[in-house]
């Protein structure tokens, strides 16, 4: 019987993108490399932990959660996380970021000083720039301000992520060209935090770290992962937690979060897919036209 491994999921190291394993084991992926597992026969998704502690009891979880955490794993998780907004005297300085997705989806949010960029090619930031740095409340102050006044979001959907990758604007200028707007509006806007040091743009462009260039078209993206499942496909290019692999059904994409908690084991090197997949109608740029 072949050995199961559990998958961390998707990181970004300076190398490029590598799938974590349980054990500290990683692979390295390269555009091409033949991404290829199944999920056991007769297993069942189980809770991920959290803060580095296992599931007191293994709790089956669904499979389309892409946290993999039962809800007391979560609520733990959720209770020492800046992101659910539930640390407030956190002593290290924030970056504020404009991070773009594609046209019309523009989004502001926070990062610790100290993690760099880490956190906008987890997200599949295509273009990003920084805005300011600063104590983390002036840091969560500077971001309400920019939803309210200019309304932009904190948050872009991936699905409205995924179905646009492949019909970005082909120059590095076009994907800049929103961010570089909203910065020079956000820095004539009153009320900023005096703590908060105001940073000049200067747009990192993620096109070619994620492949996005000349990207086939996605068909669609696997919803979730089922006992005995199976996916194999060449890669075509990775952004934020998602893998775009050529199959024989055509690009599909794979979002790691999904693996977590499933006991996987090697499979063969056919081109095929055998698990869930939702259909994408079109790709195409999504209007930022309300809060999200």
Known sequence: MAQAWRCKGLRWSADGPELAWDGGRR??????????????????????????????????VPGRSTGARCEECARLDRAHSVAADTIADDPRPYHVYLAWFGPGMTKVGITALERGSARLLEQGAVCFSWLGVGPLMAARRTEELLRAALRVPDRIPYVDKR???????????????????????ALTLPGWPESLSREPCQPVDHAGVFGLTDLPTAVGEVTELVAGGVVSGGLVAAAGPDLHLAT?????????????????????????????????????????????
């Open 163 to 185: 179905a646009v990758r492949s019909v970005l604007p082909r120059s590095a200028d076009e994907r800049s060209a929103e961010v570089e707007d909203l910065h020079a509006r």
């Open 248 to 292: 024989d059904a055509g690009v599909v994409v794979v979002d790691t979060r999904l693996m977590t908690g499933w006991e996987l084991v090697p499979a063969g090197g056919d081109s095929g897919l055998a698990l869930p997949i939702r259909e994408f109608r079109r790709a195409e740029a999504v209007v930022q036209d309300e809060l999200f």
């Open 27 to 60: 692979s390295a992926l390269t555009w091409g490399k033949r991404v290829a597992f199944g999920v056991a026969e007769g297993g069942v998704r189980t809770c991920v932990g959290a803060r580095g502690h296992a599931c007191p009891v293994r709790a089956v």
